[in-house]
């Protein structure tokens, strides 16, 4: 008798169709006339040509690939220059470019926390954090969302000699701040290093984009641990951690994802380069990107949606069942309005939204559009959950 062993598959994907919870890949266009709601594209710079043109040059000059890992033949003097010129960017001391965010934070919790440790986590946290607490194998506390008292308590009542605190600073589904320098105080007083995954936040908040880290007065303190990504704000690929540099020489002794990687392929490094180059003459750009989020919100608050005032350029608007939120973003994409759809596992259930995030470059006839178009759907959901 033949058993076939993908069998619970159909019945796994069966259950999802029916909870308005099925992923499809959709494939989009190099040219589009829809605009752009849904895209990490903060500064709006995927297609600005010189970042363009940066990743084009260090194609020429380096290859399509890094050729292997940053240990063994995957490191070039654009590497490197990059890590300089984003540490002293944010204020930091220096710098590591990972393959990726997501295994810049692998890299980081791995490598400064194991079986004897503590690691807490904010509940809100990136998929990434979640991934590197457990691949950590240290004991593992999940904190309450923003919840400083909560961190205190579970540090103070730890029994490892070390521990780790982990939170974004701008949550990539809400879109709202970390409490950093209250979070710092009680990591410092207990003797713990914080690590902040600034995501969202580099090249939006602070100082012409330097991060809330930057921001709130904690750039280079020692006991304070930055990444972020190049994939978002920078319009590239990529991850940094952004530390002293002891724990930079630790990373690249035991970062499991940094060793056992290949490196960041050049076109990345150049237009991560580039990007950075554009948001040091416009620092402006920054700003930008929030009072495009405001002009957003309060589009969604006008029709009805109780929605706060962005801190950052993620505007989310909470419709409540997965299949209303996926609804209303099939109708935004039908009338030429690209938006993010979260549902569970991405939120907690009951919370599905639609998440909307601002770009720079938003003109004043597209935010026209938006107007009328997210007004119309917005309504119309609205109608839907009460029907």
């Not at 890299?107 to 990434?128: F, I, K, N, Q």
């Not at 004991?139 to 982990?166: N, Q, S």
């Not at 499991?256 to 003459?281: E, H, K, M, Q, W």
């Not at 109708?331 to 549902?343: I, K, N, S, T």
């Amino acid at each position: 008798m033949s058993i076939d062993p993908l069998s619970w598959l159909d019945s796994y994907a069966a259950e999802r169709v029916d909870a308005g919870l099925r992923r499809n890949l959709r494939v989009r266009e190099p040219v589009s006339t829809a605009i752009d709601l849904a895209s990490n594209d903060y500064l709006g710079l995927a297609k600005h040509p010189d970042v363009v043109d940066g990743a084009i040059a260090s194609v020429r000059r380096w290859g399509t690939g890094a050729t292997g890992s940053r240990l063994v033949t995957g490191t070039t003097a654009e590497h490197a220059q990059l890590e300089d010129e984003l540490a002293e960017f944010v204020g930091a001391a220096s710098g590591l470019v990972f393959a990726s965010g997501y295994a810049a934070n692998l890299g980081v919790v791995t490598a400064l926390a194991g079986r004897e440790d503590l690691v807490v986590s904010d509940a809100g946290s990136h998929a990434s954090l979640v991934d590197a607490c457990r691949l950590s194998r240290a004991r593992v506390a999940v904190a309450p969302h923003r919840d400083v008292a909560a961190v205190e308590r579970l540090l103070g009542e730890r029994v490892e000699a070390r521990a780790l605190v982990l939170t974004d600073s701008v949550f990539s589904a809400d879109g709202d701040l970390a409490p950093l320098v209250e979070l710092h105080r009680v990591c410092r007083a207990a003797g713990a290093l914080l690590v902040v995954d600034e995501a969202h936040g580099l090249g939006v908040r602070g100082l012409g984009g330097r991060g809330l880290v930057h921001e709130v007065g904690l750039a280079g303190e020692p006991d304070v641990i930055v990444t972020a990504t190049l994939s978002k704000a920078f319009a590239a690929q990529g991850g940094v951690v952004l530390a002293d540099a002891r724990v930079r020489a630790h990373l690249i002794d035991a970062a499991r994802s940094f060793i056992f990687d290949t490196g960041l392929a050049p076109a990345a490094v150049g237009a991560a380069r580039a990007a950075l180059a554009l948001l040091r003459r416009d620092p402006a750009m920054a700003g930008r990107v929030l009072e495009r989020a405001t002009a957003i919100a309060d589009v969604a608050r006008a029709a009805g949606v109780d929605v706060p005032a962005p801190e950052s350029a993620v505007v989310s608007v909470v419709l409540g069942e997965a299949q209303v939120a996926f609804d209303a973003a099939q109708a935004c994409r039908a009338r030429g309005l690209d938006v993010g759809c979260f549902r569970p596992p991405s939120v907690p259930a009951g919370t599905s939204r639609l998440r909307l995030t601002a770009r720079a470059n938003l003109t004043s006839a597209e935010l026209d559009v938006i107007a009328d178009v997210l007004g119309d759907v917005l309504a119309g959901a609205r109608e839907a959950v009460s029907a």
